[in-house]
């Protein structure tokens, strides 16, 4: 079965920096989207930041445009998100998705595959 390894994570206060990585360790396909969702509680799950190699397809949500990077390595079997200038807003726990497309990993259906979440706190 596909299995997804995060690192990275952990608190920092307002306006540092953290960044988060997440490398398939199993997978069956060339080549995957990967990217990242967060959820703080009481809220729904939302879509942060994905890249798809294959496609050369880059998405970031408005909600962290200019502050957070999302890139891919070429083998699109790892991904690994920068996020800068961080906010109280941005605590979370973060999740690590991969799909067999953008299209799948947007609208998380599919085949697709979770981390095991790492926490961001922002103070």
């Known amino acids: 079965d596909v299995q997804l390894v995060e690192s990275g994570g952990g608190s920092v206060q307002a306006g540092g920096s953290l960044r988060l990585s997440c490398e398939i360790s199993l997978y069956i396909y060339s080549s995957y989207c990967m990217g990242w969702f967060r959820q703080a509680p009481g809220k729904e799950r939302a879509a942060v930041a994905a890249?798809?190699?294959?496609?050369?397809?880059?998405y970031v949500a408005d909600s962290v445009k200019g502050r957070f990077t999302i890139s891919q390595d070429s083998s699109s079997k790892s991904v690994t998100l920068e996020m800068t200038k961080l906010k109280p807003e941005d605590t979370a726990m973060y999740y690590c998705?991969?799909?067999?497309?953008?299209?799948?990993?947007?609208?998380?259906?599919?085949?697709?595959?979770w981390g095991q979440g790492t926490q961001v706190t922002v103070s």
């Open positions: 890249h798809y190699t294959g496609t050369a397809t880059t």
């Open positions: 998705m991969a799909a067999r497309s953008f299209g799948s990993w947007l609208r998380q259906t599919g085949e697709i595959h």
